[in-house]
């Protein structure tokens, strides 16, 4: 991206957000960033390619346009094949949606039949929220967790949390309130949805598409959300999600 479409950007931003009558801390606050970050992007001190994941998605839900808007000035109309591709995507999700759920459901009736049978004292896991979750703590009585919950069977490695999900970037596969557990001990595959850490403090979750010494390509399955290229060097700490409990 040229410098010219740096400044366009940030001008874009800056337009959108006076048209909202808000201030530069309301933009910030809408976005989740500080005001100094709205400061750099509307002052052309930073360029969209140094933006993170999570800013770059939050402007346009934030300011009532599309990102292509944002990047360029234009609104992008999608071709047939396009939307043919993005359709077939929505219908392998929603199916996936469906077997997971019952595979689920199958998996929860088999643990209450094992715990009814032999039952075990099992660990605790502690549940933080996904929004929350950063770098990986060590709870205590002053650094406590939101909420201990007991250990599945299906989480073996010693360094296990649950996360409630919030928004809707992995709806339907993954719906707000649904619990997540993740094992750190357990190296997401190419395909699984996993729990990715960057090195900035983000942290977020997406299926892995693409895995290179260069770049990584997260996808969202809710549609509305963009794929994500990030540098394997920002990338600090990835899960596997080794259960899912619908809400």
Not at 45 to 69: C, E, F, Y
Not at 72 to 84: A, D, I, K
Not at 97 to 122: Q, W
């Amino acid at each position: 991206m040229s410098q010219s479409d740096a400044k366009s950007f940030g001008k874009r931003v800056e337009q959108k957000r006076k048209e909202k009558k808000w201030s530069m801390p309301d933009l910030g606050k809408e976005v989740g960033c500080g005001t100094s970050r709205i400061w750099d992007i509307e002052n052309e001190q930073t360029s969209p390619k140094k933006l993170t994941g999570r800013i770059l998605l939050g402007l346009p839900k934030a300011l009532g346009v599309s990102l292509d808007w944002l990047l360029t000035g234009e609104e992008r109309v999608p071709t047939l094949e396009q939307l043919e591709e993005a359709l077939k995507v929505a219908i392998v999700t929603v199916m996936e949606s469906r077997k997971l759920k019952e595979k689920t459901k199958l998996i929860a009736e088999k643990v209450e039949e094992y715990a009814v049978r032999a039952p075990v004292r099992l660990e605790p896991v502690p549940l933080i929220s996904l929004i929350h979750a950063g770098e990986w703590v060590e709870y205590s009585e002053d650094n406590p967790p939101e909420e201990w919950l007991s250990r599945p069977p299906q989480l073996v490695g010693k360094r296990g949390l649950a996360f409630k999900v919030e928004g809707d970037s992995m709806y339907p596969t993954l719906e707000p309130g649904y619990l997540i557990y993740v094992d750190f001990d357990k190296e997401p595959y190419l395909g699984d949805i996993a729990v990715i850490w960057l090195h900035s403090g983000e942290s977020i979750i997406r299926r892995i598409r693409k895995k290179t010494a260069k770049e990584w390509i997260l996808q969202a399955c809710n549609l509305v959300y963009e794929p994500l290229s990030i540098r394997p060097d920002d990338i600090k700490h990835v899960c596997r999600i080794i259960l899912i409990e619908p809400k």
